[in-house]
């Protein structure tokens, strides 16, 4: 896991680069119609995605700013939080079939990013990693 993090932290615009497309991810996967993704049966599949998703969101943009400050902290939470919330208003829009705004899938995006920025701070800590 240290291998990992220091990867993100050391290769700044790599992880920028990666934060991006992964943002992009989540907007196309999120959007994709309803009817197109395959049925699993995992017990709530989707929370355990939309968790997933938004922690690595979180993760990677806090690489991408490096510095451990409790402000950027807050702010990305606040910005994972808003992103979810956006998600799910344009899923509860009506432009892809077979979306509905489900309020347990924005808990799920927030719970998510909340220990995606744990781990940050955690594996920062844990690391010793400095800019």
Known sequence: MKAFFRFFYLYKKRTAWIAVLWTLLILVACLIPGNEIPDVNVPLADKWVHFAIFGGFAFLWMCVYQRPALGKGIFMAV???????AVELLQGSGITRGRSYDPYDLLADSIGGILGLAAFFGLHRHTGAST
């Not at 910005?79 to 919330?85: E, I, Q």
């Open 79 to 85: 910005l994972t939080t808003a992103l979810g919330y």
